[in-house]
């Protein structure tokens, strides 16, 4: 038997749309009250009514996760408006591509920055919450890309792969404390960061959908405590 989430506190990155604000729904749907961030207040706000209808408390933090000063901030809101996290799905990411002496200098620094710097943050902030609880847990998003390099894809698979490390050595710190810290790193998913504006038209029979993986990660999520996935990769059955 796994364990029930009802009325446990998750805060998830890059809520507003994507593989985040399916997280979000599936997550309400199992009780978990939710604590979302993202840079859009919009569509922030839209995933705050929609989880609500499930009867679950939630709350948003509009904040830019690359900078250590605003998830602190994004943090401590949170944490006053629906307490402190028991979960925390590190889930943001910008994707830049390109050839590497073509991809503008600016926006290989930026994929670092948001993509490493920003999970870097954001557990910082939240871990103590975690620890204070002596159980917890964390699932790091990271991609096919954080276990193989792609042309193309130089600044993302960077990213990606500095992700898979430190989630990996951060597990090895914080089992101990009984939390769970693990990657999730699925191939192609139908979301605006793989296919932009025009992901509505993409088959969705071929490709996963956010859906899928947050299925996947409640799943994962409601395994017995004494048990957790260190990684995983998630494939399209028959993409082709
Ligand atoms: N889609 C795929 O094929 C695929 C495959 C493997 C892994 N992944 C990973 O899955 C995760 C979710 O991706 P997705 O496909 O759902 O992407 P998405 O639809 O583009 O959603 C990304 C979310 O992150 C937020 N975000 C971006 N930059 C941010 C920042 N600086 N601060 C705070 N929030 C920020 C975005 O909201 P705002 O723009 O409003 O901030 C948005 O809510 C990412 O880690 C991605 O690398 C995706």
Same mark, same amino acid.
């Given at each position: 038997m796994g364990q029930s989430l009802k009325d446990k506190v998750a805060y998830i990155t890059g #809520? +507003?749309? +994507?593989i985040g604000k399916a997280t979000a729904l599936e997550l309400a749907r199992e009780g978990v009250h939710l604590g979302l961030m993202a840079r859009t207040e919009s569509r922030l706000k839209k995933t705050v009514e929609e989880v609500e209808a499930f009867g679950v408390k939630a709350s948003y933090a509009v904040v830019d996760i690359s900078n250590q000063e605003e998830v602190n901030q994004a943090v401590s809101k949170l944490k006053e408006n629906i307490? $402190? #996290?028991d979960i925390l799905i590190n889930n943001a990411a910008i994707s830049s591509r390109g050839q590497f002496l073509e991809i503008d200098p600016q926006d290989w620094k930026k994929t670092i920055e948001v993509n490493v710097f920003g999970t870097y943050h954001v557990t910082r902030a939240v871990l103590p919450q975690l620890i204070e609880k002596n159980q917890g847990d964390i699932i790091n998003i990271s991609s096919s890309n954080g276990l193989k390099g792609t042309a193309g894809s130089t600044a993302y698979s960077a990213s990606k792969f500095a992700v898979q490390g430190m989630t990996e050595a951060l597990m090895q710190e914080v089992r101990r404390n009984n939390i769970r810290v693990s990657t999730l790193n699925p191939s192609l998913v139908a979301t605006e960061l793989a296919f +932009?504006? $025009?992901? @509505?038209?993409? @088959?969705k029979e071929k490709y996963m959908q956010p859906e899928d993986i947050a299925e996947y990660m409640v799943s994962q999520l409601k395994l017995n405590q004494r048990i957790f996935i260190k990684t995983s990769l998630q494939w399209a059955t028959n993409p082709f």
């Open positions: #809520a +507003g749309r +994507g307490g $402190k #996290a +932009g504006n $025009k992901v @509505d038209e993409q @088959d």
